[in-house]
């Protein structure tokens, strides 16, 4: 048992990275309050003082917030139903015996470790490409015209990019649970004459539920701030504006601090509120 001296040890060493974790989160958290209240335009005359609530008030009402969010939104339950559902497919697919397993669920997992510029890139060129990409291809050879993917179905396209990047994560952490299960139970039912949907639907996917909600928090506190993907496919164009690449586009393209600093205030309010909404689900799955 711990004494009373072995705790404040304990304390004692901890409080170095306590304080240095404290730091890296609040200084940055400090900057950004302190910009957002003050008219900053370090090309256009600098530091202009105070102007409190103005630039919340500018970018609340900006015709582009709102759009932002509902892109940011939607982007985030596209991914997460895309990678949830074919999760739980690819999960119980690597579960049964097959020549090779190793090697398969290497290759499943392996897009996980490429890098979202380079992972965005590959399907731009590779696979999006009105000409030469994969998909033009296959679209001529059978007869019809190829999709302009990136300005005819833009925000399906940046779904399709990140939904292939996250799917290995969804995918290890269900096979882990799937790997969990007693396969006792499933021997019971099928004994019992259950059909194999039924048995997915009684026994599988209630013992998943845990592994999906923490599937679901840790992808969209991840999935919130995406912007490579679009950087380097959209720009930003064709409605795929979330809010975090409309808040790059208010700092540096139009070099106010202040107001791109009011927009992360309110990124990091509506991260709150999807996280508590999220958390909720998650504590009411782990305690039943």
Do not use: C
């Amino acid at each position: 048992m711990a004494t009373q001296h072995s705790r404040s040890a304990a304390r004692l060493m901890m409080a170095p990275a306590v304080i240095l974790l404290l730091g890296w989160m609040l200084v940055p958290l400090v900057m950004t309050l302190w910009f957002s209240f003050r008219r900053y335009l370090p090309l256009r005359g600098g530091d202009q003082g105070f102007v409190w609530f103005e630039n919340y008030a500018r970018f609340v009402t900006s015709s582009s917030f709102w759009p932002s969010v509902l892109t940011t939104l939607t982007i985030v339950g596209g991914v997460l139903v895309i990678t949830v559902a074919l999760g739980v497919l690819l999960s119980m697919l690597l579960d049964q015996p097959m020549w090779g397993q190793g090697v398969v669920r290497i290759l499943v997992i392996a897009p996980f470790f490429v890098m979202p510029t380079v992972s965005a890139l590959v399907w731009k060129n590779m696979f999006m490409d009105p000409v030469n990409g994969l998909f033009a291809h296959l679209w001529r050879a059978f007869g019809a015209d190829p999709i302009v993917w990136l300005s005819d179905l833009p925000t399906f396209s940046i779904i399709l990019i990140v939904s292939w990047q996250w799917l290995p994560f969804a995918t290890l952490i269900l096979l882990t649970a799937i790997q969990s299960l007693d396969s006792e139970q499933l021997e019971a039912a099928e004994m019992d004459g259950a059909p194999p949907l039924k048995r997915f639907w009684f026994i599988i996917l209630p013992h998943l539920s845990r592994a999906i909600t923490i599937v679901i928090l840790i992808q969209t506190i991840f999935l919130l701030s995406i912007f490579a993907e679009i950087f380097v496919t959209t720009g930003g164009a064709f409605g795929t504006r979330t809010l975090t690449y409309l808040i790059y586009q208010r700092v540096l393209e139009s070099q106010n601090v202040g107001l791109g600093s009011a927009g992360g205030v309110y990124a990091i309010i509506l991260a709150n509120i999807v996280a508590l909404f999220l958390m909720r689900i998650v504590g009411k799955n782990l305690d039943s």
